[in-house]
């Protein structure tokens, strides 16, 4: 009886845990609904259920609506929607209940965390899909913060892979064991590993530019790049390749490792080989030199080349284990040399780290300022930096190289030696040397106190040109320095140190990077991301075309109608009645062009003329037009491009009482003109008259024609002149313009006289018996 006991304790045992397994699913499915969260029944059709998704997700945005519980209402229509919108999820859902529990157990409580902690139970005996994720995967998790705050400033020092997945991503479930693979080879290199859940980290998602799962996303210097090939591992190992700079490591062979290990003294950062004989880089090799790109240079060697043979001999390299070299200032011998097989990362990075700095490196902005010479914390943790004032003339070089052999002598760890170049460094020197300009170089021992740049300092008496004597002294300095600080008995604020680093090489390499952007978005076409680029590209063609054809439009003046082309030698005759012409084109292409007052004109552009803006109006009649014109126009063609300056003429035949309305208003520029006057028998001919209207002011200065060979200036001619024109002399025109350029340059002086009138005339067709009304 007791044996039969048993069995059936340990059944209902196995019950218990069922039920309690069915009752923790059917609470579980209570609390999410997807039914209930879109607002539908069982029976509505997906046409229906696509319908309202629309009209949720566009109510329930988080960027559209200011709820609290915006955001998660969002994220909870979308998991209904991925389960409702597929017809198998949905089958399975309504055959099953809850597909998927919440992620990890993190949202269970009390009983049920410890009891999943417990027990294990595979999900496809209950023919459920698996729930959530590996608990591996949790430690690369990625929220907003953590990436902007981490990764982000990371991605400068190594790549980051990020994979981009969700709660009800089945697609995800086929790329996970290449995934996990991936990840196996490429994080001991020293590629970061990332994993954003688009469900929860929507923000994150919009700021990636991802919308979709699975992705697949590269990140180097802050720069994020989507994968778009088949996952396959060899395709991630490309891809991340794909994703560091270009040159950063060099190929190095007998003909170039000369001038490669002497680059030294010009990129002030020491060199590292590596010999392998492997014909490409590897991968390794490349993290390593990218996360030390700002401090040393590396080249690789291909020991299976016979280009290589010399360098191998002349280093005495085993081709049994890869090796690496560093060199400093002596390219003759390495500085530190290790040889592994099977070499790590940690070994190469500790390696490089020891050795990122010359012996004695020249201070060529404040970043390496900061960390040769940093800042005293701690009295046990001093750091003195000697500093060697110095110039690039050849003169200096034999006490430079005396002070690298004293500093190689004498390291120690709380001695830093570096030097400056006076003329790189002015504010630097001028602060240490009270402003003075030595004749030879100096050097300066100094302690740094605070960030806000005051330092301690002492100079070494006698300065240096690298003799004993110099030698003797300055070690008899430090040995008193170490015994005393107190030593260093004057004191300064030291100046930011100048960039002396070309910001050239640094905006081609980021445009580089920027263009490989671009050019990869395009064969892909990734038109999400693109859009900005676009939109911004054909924004400035479309204001840059806009304005040429506004510009073009706005040259053109009026409206002309077409003209018939003129024969080769045109008579010069009348113009034809038939044809009104409101402006005059030269023939040149390099003739200004003339406007012709009008009853449409008139107005804008005397009347209304905007303050400073002068018009030269030249007066003609039918008869003369065509030889005034040609001889206007050249005479006033370099003037025309001041662009205060208007060009216009007015046709005496069509208003004859605007000149005489003119005079007549004012006494000063009629006086000693028999034209204008009323009472001379005479008629009154003003052809050939110029005047430079100034419509704001309401005042003018004018222009009468003489004959070349006068013995008058270029200013206003006598009225003798007029009068001895003959009829003959009059209808040709062209001969009365002679010394309009003088007059117009005495009009750009200043110097012409001025006639002030109390308002303009209007402009009419009306008899010469009429009398015009002034405009003002």
């Known amino acids: 009886m007791g044996g039969l006991c048993r069995p059936l304790q340990a059944s209902m045992v196995w019950l218990a ?81 809850q597909m998927e529990e919440n992620k990890q157990g993190q949202h269970q ?25 590996d608990f591996s995967d949790s430690k690369y998790l990625l929220d907003h913060a953590g990436f902007n705050s981490k990764v982000l400033p990371d991605s400068f020092k190594r790549p980051y892979l990020i994979k981009i997945t969700s709660e009800w991503c089945f697609a995800c479930v086929h790329i996970e064991p290449v995934w996990r693979e991936a990840v196996q080879e490429l994080e001991p290199l020293g590629v970061g590993i990332g994993i954003v859940d688009i469900g929860y980290e929507r923000r994150l998602a919009n700021q990636l530019g991802v919308h979709r799962t699975p992705s697949i996303l590269g990140v180097v210097n802050g720069r994020v790049t989507v994968f778009h090939y088949s996952v396959v591992r060899e395709h991630l190992r490309q891809f991340v390749e794909d994703l560091l700079p270009q040159r950063l490591v060099e190929k190095v062979t007998d003909k170039n490792y000369v001038s490669f290990l002497g680059s030294w003294h010009v990129e002030n950062n020491p060199s590292v080989l590596l010999f392998d004989q492997v014909p490409a880089v590897p991968l390794l090799y490349k993290l390593t030199a990218f996360a030390f790109k700002d401090y040393v240079r590396f080249g690789y060697v291909d020991q299976g080349l016979t280009e290589t043979s010399r360098l ?33 990362r940690q070994i190469m990075e500790e390696f490089v780290s020891n050795n990122k700095y010359l012996c004695v490196p020249r201070l060529v902005n404040q970043h390496l300022f900061d960390e040769l010479c940093p800042i ?32 190689s002598s004498n390291t120690k760890d709380v001695l830093r030696f570096t030097y400056v170049y006076q003329r790189q460094q002015q504010p630097l020197c ?96 990734n038109w999400r991301e693109m859009m900005p680029i676009l939109s911004l590209i054909f924004s400035a063609l479309f204001i840059l075309f806009g304005t040429v054809i506004i510009q073009a439009f706005s040259d053109s003046g009026e409206e002309k109608p077409p003209q018939k082309p003129k024969p080769k030698n045109p ?3 009348e113009d034809s009645p038939g044809r009104a012409n409101t402006s005059s084109r030269p023939p040149k292409k390099d003739f200004v062009e003339v406007t012709e007052l009008t009853n449409i004109t008139y107005i804008s552009n005397l009347v209304k003329l905007r303050p400073g803006h002068i018009n030269v109006v030249l007066v003609l009649t039918d008869a003369s037009k065509n030889a005034l ?67 704001h002011k309401k005042y003018f200065c004018l222009f009468r024609p003489v004959f070349t060979g006068d013995t008058d200036t270029g200013g206003e001619s006598s009225s003798s002149s007029s009068s001895s024109f003959d009829e003959g002399s009059r209808r040709k025109g062209g001969g009365r313009l002679d010394r309009l350029g003088l007059w117009m340059e005495r009009l750009m002086e200043g110097t012409l006289p001025r006639h002030s009138v109390p308002g303009w005339p209007g402009l009419d067709t009306t008899s010469p018996s009429s009398s015009p009304a002034p405009q003002n």
Not at 72 to 88: A, H, Q, R, W
Not at 432 to 457: D, M, T
Not at 662 to 679: I, K, M, N, V
Request: aromatic share 14%; charged share 25%; hydrophobic share 35%.
């Open 17 to 97: 845990v069922l039920l309690l397994l069915l009752g923790e699913t059917v609470n579980t499915a209570q609390e999410f609904d997807p039914y209930r969260v879109l607002g539908l029944t069982k029976t509505a059709g997906q046409a229906e259920v696509k319908k309202v998704y629309k009209r949720l997700v566009r109510e329930w945005h988080p960027d559209k609506n200011n709820d609290p519980g915006a955001e998660d209402m969002f994220i909870k229509i979308t998991k209904s929607y991925e389960i409702l919108g597929n017809v198998e999820r949905r089958a399975n859902y309504d055959r099953y209940g």
């Open 109 to 133: 409580q009390g009983f049920n965390r410890h009891f999943h902690n417990s027990f294990y139970f595979d999900e496809s005996f209950f023919n459920f899909p698996r729930s959530g994720r």
């Open 312 to 344: 191998l001999h002349q280093f005495n390299i085993n081709s049994y284990a890869p090796t690496m070299l560093l060199f400093k200032e002596n390219t003759e011998q390495p500085a530190d040399i290790i040889q592994a097989k099977g070499m790590k």
């Open 376 to 407: 005293k914390q701690f009295h046990r943790r001093r750091k003195y930096c000697v500093l060697l004032i110095t110039g690039e003339e050849p003169g200096f070089v034999p006490g430079n190289q005396a002070f690298l052999t004293f500093a």
């Open 430 to 525: 001028q602060a240490l040397l009270h402003n003075q300009a030595p004749l030879f170089a100096q050097v300066v021992i100094l302690e740094r106190r605070s960030p806000g740049g005051k330092a301690v300092y002492r100079s070494v008496i006698g300065g240096w040109n690298g003799s004993d004597d110099d030698k003797t002294r300055l070690h008899e300095q430090l040995e008193l320095l170490q015994r005393d600080p107190s030593y260093l008995s004057y004191d300064a604020t030291l100046p930011e140190l100048n960039n002396e680093l070309s910001p050239v090489s640094l905006w081609i390499n980021a445009a580089y990077d920027y263009f490989l952007q671009i050019y990869d978005d395009l064969l892909f076409s």
């Open 571 to 573: 008579p010069k005759t």
């Open 629 to 695: 014109l040609r001889k206007y126009a050249k005479e006033v063609f370099s003037f025309s491009g001041t662009q205060t300056l208007h060009f216009s003429f007015l046709n005496a035949d069509k208003h004859s009482q605007w000149m005489p309305s003119l005079l007549e208003s004012c006494p000063t520029a009629a006086r000693g003109d028999e034209y204008s006057s009323p009472f001379s028998g005479r008629p009154r001919d003003f052809t050939g008259h110029v005047l430079a209207l100034n419509g």
